[in-house]
């Protein structure tokens, strides 16, 4: 018996070691079939969605990880020439006096099936008017569960514009407005437009669940649908069998929640991640060759956002001045590595309302200091600084450029305290107009022109919290106003100069560099991810098989 | 024993409170309103305001505020997290079994190395080997660990590309969370790939257990050498050689069993150490666990969650070393009749 003890042991040994051998083994081969991995794709991702619905935030880490992937509009733009072209609509017609818009739906168009929703019908025209009421119509009980904050649609007014939504037949709806807006179908056309299923809505309300499950728990049309998430780590996407546009190639979309832009860089590098948002070291990546590196033109414009609300930026000299002394070159080549331009305006100079001659600002000390003594403020004041921790499209490194500036005002006196905080935190103080200043910028949702300036500087978004210069001008808001209620190009582009003429001798904030999007993946992946527009897109995306 | 008994409980329950006493007045030495700290619901609305204010007693004395608190605590609710708006329990819940893994894991490689090299050390004394272990024990003391941790990813990860350089397991993997425990989770699942997601969750806690378990390791390298030169010097040896035992006898019977009882009591002293470490290479390895919550929370400015991280990880880095002095006491009779508490 003792004999026999022995041996048991000897092999149940033997067997640990087999174990650890065998793992060991393993280990050493990099390439693996297993299909759950190759059907996958791994995105890093800068942050966590504040919400699963693209109407409620305005936020870009927000509408990448939503908009394109759960979500379609009824309208896409043409990625080469920005025009608008069908999507959820098949086609659309406008009346001459351009109040009434007519959309003709598809009839091919499924929702997502889930372990918490089964749709038993395709979307029809009682989804796109639900979708829409919500955001108008305050006796909807999905505009109270969210208190009515569609940032967005608020910046655009879009509840004073849509007098009514009506049904034609079961595919067709009509836009009533009560008044022209030239911008009201490249509006639509954004990424915050998305269709939601009335009938998920209507499920929530019968079963009593709570209503804020409808952007939580999302139900779309979009080729992935929602399975997983957990806050601040990661998001689980898969693939929606029924998708209309065409059959989607992988199974699992997750988004890897990776705040830290090193992190990302290392985790692109072993392949854990398979792209990567935002990658530094961008020459290391460009020479490696199981990784590419792609770049696209984006509508975006990083500045300085002087809170014109609390002293000193009440004061216009004292703005003036500040963005005297600022030395926007050596911001390009030392955050940027001159992948942007300098700016001088608001609106980036692919844009057609883009006026060369706004009077620009020259780099130079003698004038701010001139200025400052002119503000009574001759002999320095100290100065908070906020810089978001995360890149952002428009900006690479927050902190750097704020240390940069730092240094440059330091020069006339102004000693700068730079201020940080998680990204989530970051975004809900400033809406409070807790700063002085802040380092931030704006990516364009749309190419309309009116995009860069009603959301960011609007009388209306001072309300909503996303105008972070706290200014309200009301000659600039009647010069939107005006530009919006035609559609001569011409006139517009007029109006549109004389804004940013205000914009130049008010300085509400001091426009930076405007930025090309970057984006670093490992070879195996084809398709289009970036869009120069309302964020990425993965529905093309495909991993090639491994030799 | 149950003098022991009594004294070790004592010495709980006063720590417990102080931690306690801290972990409340926190809510005041924190910016902002002491009810949305504690509470972490930074959008109540009036009437949960209400509610909130009965729950914790804010309307009376301090005192009845603090006896509040601790009932709450007591009963689970350590209040949500003031950034993400989930009870910190959960967090908690979710959280913690990862660092615990990670610490059992290292802690399993710091032992099953460190002890071994401590008595060849202590067997070789003042010979060469030893000098050399030593040297290893004393650099390996001296890295820092997030230096040693980035060291592990460039060479293993990204060089060599071995091993994964960061989290638990690979995403596309799809395991239900049951008990937090990735590897516990992984066998309870149902899954087709389990294992290959058994492998893969093996492959990434590799490189962070190793990064963890070096400080620990050379200190357990220094107490197994320091306790079996003890042990070799006693008479109780002195005499087994008197009678003509081989060397290789008197080390297997009587050194390292001996010498093994002093080394579990100081294996609950630094776990603590083993905590902190785990929580600096959790941020590197992006390993989910309670440490980089907190760190995280701590950036976050969520009140809440730091208080409540840091009741939970306090006591529970004290109760194991409450627990590791009691299987002392049980091991060794002499510790139970000693006067003053260690």
Redesign the interface.
């Known amino acids: 018996m003792k004999v026999k003890a022995g041996s048991v042991k000897i092999k149940l040994v033997n067997a640990v070691f087999m174990l650890i051998g065998v793992l060991l083994l393993s280990s050493c081969g990099k390439v693996s079939n297993d299909s759950v991995l190759t059907k996958g794709i791994i995105y890093c991702s800068e942050g966590s969605p504040s919400t699963f619905n693209p109407q409620l935030d305005t936020s870009f880490i927000t509408i990448d990880a939503t908009s394109k992937q759960l979500y379609n509009r009824l309208m896409d733009f043409d990625p080469t020439n920005f025009d608008k072209i069908p999507a959820l609509a098949r086609s659309w017609h406008m009346t001459k006096n351009g109040k009434l818009i007519t959309f003709y739906l598809r009839k091919d168009v499924s929702f997502h099936q889930t372990d918490y929703f089964t749709p038993t019908r395709n979307m029809n025209a009682d989804d796109v008017i639900f979708s829409f009421n919500r955001i108008i119509d305050e006796s909807n009980p999905f505009y109270q569960s969210v208190a009515g904050k569609f940032p967005f649609f608020q910046s655009i007014k879009f509840s004073e514009l849509v007098e009514d939504i009506e049904k034609i037949n079961e595919y067709t709806i009509r836009f009533r407005l009560t008044q022209p807006q030239s911008s009201f179908l490249t509006n639509l056309a954004a990424p915050f437009g998305v269709i939601l299923s009335k009938e998920y809505a209507d499920t929530l309300l019968a079963q009593g669940r709570d209503l804020t499950e409808l952007d939580s728990k999302p139900i779309g049309t979009g080729p992935f649908k929602y399975r997983e998430y957990r806050s601040g780590s990661l998001i689980r996407y898969v693939k929606h069998e029924n998708y209309w546009r065409f059959d989607v190639q992988i199974e699992q979309l997750l988004f890897n929640i990776s705040p830290g832009n090193t992190s990302r860089l290392t985790k692109l590098l072993t392949h854990e991640c398979d792209v990567i948002a935002y990658p530094i070291a961008m020459q290391e990546i460009a020479s490696r060759k199981d990784l590419v590196l792609e770049e696209v033109t984006s509508f975006n414009v990083a500045f300085l956002a002087f809170n014109t609300q609390v002293p000193p930026f009440d004061n216009p000299l004292v703005r003036k001045a500040v963005a005297h002394a600022i030395d926007k070159k050596a911001i390009i080549s030392a955050v940027y590595y001159d992948q942007a331009e300098v700016a001088d305006s608001l609106l980036p100079k692919a844009s057609w309302a883009y006026s060369k001659n706004t009077n620009t600002i020259e780099h130079s000390q003698e004038k701010a200091k001139l200025l400052l003594a002119d503000a009574g403020l001759a002999d320095g004041f100290t100065l908070d600084i906020w810089a978001g921790s995360i890149q952002r499209a428009y900006n690479p490194n927050a902190l750097k450029m704020a240390k940069l500036i730092k240094a440059d005002l330091a020069r006339i006196g102004i000693e700068v305290n730079i201020i940080t905080f998680e990204w989530s935190t970051f975004l809900k103080k400033l809406a409070k107009g807790e700063h002085q200043s802040v380092l931030i910028g704006w990516s364009a949702d749309h190419p309309d022109p009116d995009n860069f300036f009603s959301p960011p500087l609007s009388c209306a978004s001072l309300a909503t919290g996303s105008n972070r210069a706290m200014w309200c001008n009301e000659e600039f808001d009647q010069l939107l106003k005006q530009s919006l209620a035609t559609n001569d190009t011409t006139i517009r582009k007029k109006l549109y100069k004389q804004a940013q003429q205000i914009l130049a001798e008010e300085i509400p904030l001091l426009p930076i560099a405007y930025a090309k999007r970057a984006q670093a993946k490992v070879a195996e992946i084809e398709g289009n991810i970036l869009t120069p527009f309302g964020g990425i897109s993965f529905e093309n995306v495909n991993k090639k098989a491994l030799q | 024993m149950l003098n022991f008994t009594i004294r070790r409980l004592n010495l709980l329950f006063f720590t417990l409170l102080m931690l306690s006493i801290v972990s409340f007045s926190l809510s005041y030495f924190f910016p902002g309103d002491a009810l949305v700290n504690l509470s972490g619901e930074i959008n109540a609305d009036q009437q949960r305001t209400e509610q909130l204010v009965e729950l914790y007693n804010m309307d009376k004395s301090v005192f009845h505020q603090y006896t509040a608190y601790i009932g709450q605590i007591f009963s689970g609710n350590f209040g949500i997290s003031m950034?993400?708006q989930?009870p910190i329990s959960d967090e908690l819940h979710?959280f913690l079994p990862a660092t615990i893994e990670l610490c059992l894991a290292a802690l399993f490689i710091a032992l099953i190395f460190g002890v071994p090299l401590g008595f060849i050390a202590a067997i070789f004394h003042n010979k060469p080997l030893d000098k050399i272990i030593l040297t290893f024990a004393m650099v390996g003391y001296s890295i820092p660990v997030f230096w040693f941790a980035l060291i592990l990813?460039l060479l293993f990860?990204?060089t060599l590309?071995?091993?994964?350089?960061?989290?638990q397991l690979?995403?596309?993997?799809?395991i239900e969370q049951v008990t937090g425990f990735k590897f516990i989770d992984i066998l309870l699942s149902d899954s087709e790939?389990q294992a290959?997601a058994l492998?893969d969750a093996?492959?990434h806690i590799v490189l962070p257990a190793i990064a963890v378990a070096t400080a620990p390791m050379t200190i357990f390298i220094r107490l197994a050498r320091t306790s079996m030169l003890d042990v070799l010097e006693s008479n109780y040896i002195k005499a087994a050689k008197a009678k003509g035992l081989s060397q290789a006898h008197i080390i297997y019977h009587h050194g390292i069993r001996n010498s093994l009882v002093g080394i579990v009591r100081l294996i609950g002293l630094h776990f603590a150490n083993l905590v902190t470490v785990a929580m600096i290479a959790e941020v590197i390895f992006?390993w989910?666990g309670a440490g980089s919550w907190l760190i995280?929370s701590i950036?976050?400015?969520d009140y809440t969650a730091i208080q409540g991280g840091l009741i939970a990880l306090a006591s529970f880095t004290f109760f194991i070393n409450i627990l590791a002095d009691f299987l002392y006491a049980a091991l060794n009779p002499l510790e139970r009749h000693k006067k003053h508490g260690a």
């Open positions: 950034s993400s989930v979710t990813i990860s990204i590309s071995w091993f994964p350089s960061s989290g690979n995403l596309l993997f799809e790939y290959q492998k093996f492959m992006n989910q995280e950036f976050a400015r």
